[in-house]
């Protein structure tokens, strides 16, 4: 088999982990090939370059064989090959580092701790330690 589906590859690669998660992927355009956005019957070679973007993140991968029947995951590393950059890496451990700052929409209500850690954020301890007596200026001017 010389070529295969774009979206039964990601699927077989384990990149995503349902064939129709794979296929959504491509029709909300975060999957590009060679650079070009892709659709979900799009073909893919060996030595094309398959982009995935998973918010922070975008992914690069290498296609090494196009497969449709899913591998065990040890064997993936003879179906792809990873060439993401090392910045987009970077980009996830910033995001991971954040944590509570960048909340997703619809998560629910902050746990305590991360209630606890935002209001030490906004409100650092240093600022306790001024007194703001704003009275006793105003009784001054009388």
């Known amino acids: 088999m010389s070529e295969a589906r774009i ?13 129709s998660v794979a296929a959504e992927a ?8 060679n650079g070009a ?6 073909m893919v070679k060996p030595g094309d370059i398959v982009q995935v ?4 993140v975008t992914y690069s991968f290498k296609v090494l064989q196009p497969i449709e029947k899913r591998v ?6 003879e179906v792809l090959e990873n060439v993401t950059t090392p910045d ?21 209500r902050p746990t305590k701790k991360d209630r ?3 209001e030490e954020f906004i409100a650092p301890e240093f ?16």
Do not use: H
């Not at 979206?7 to 064939?19: E, G, L, S």
């Not at 910033?94 to 998560?107: H, I």
């Not at 330690?129 to 001017?141: A, I, L, M, Y």
């Open 7 to 19: 979206d039964k590859w990601m699927w077989a690669a384990r990149i995503f982990k349902t064939r």
């Open 26 to 33: 491509c029709k909300k355009g975060r999957v590009q090939l």
């Open 37 to 42: 956005q892709a659709k979900a019957a799009r």
């Open 53 to 56: 973007r998973k918010p922070p």
């Open 72 to 77: 065990g995951a040890k064997l993936v590393p």
């Open 88 to 108: 987009q890496y970077e980009l996830l451990e910033m995001s991971r580092a954040s944590g509570f700052v960048n909340r997703a929409k619809g998560t629910g």
């Open 116 to 118: 606890r850690s935002l």
């Open 127 to 142: 600022t306790d330690d001024f007194d703001f007596d704003f009275d006793d200026e105003e009784n001054d001017e009388d």
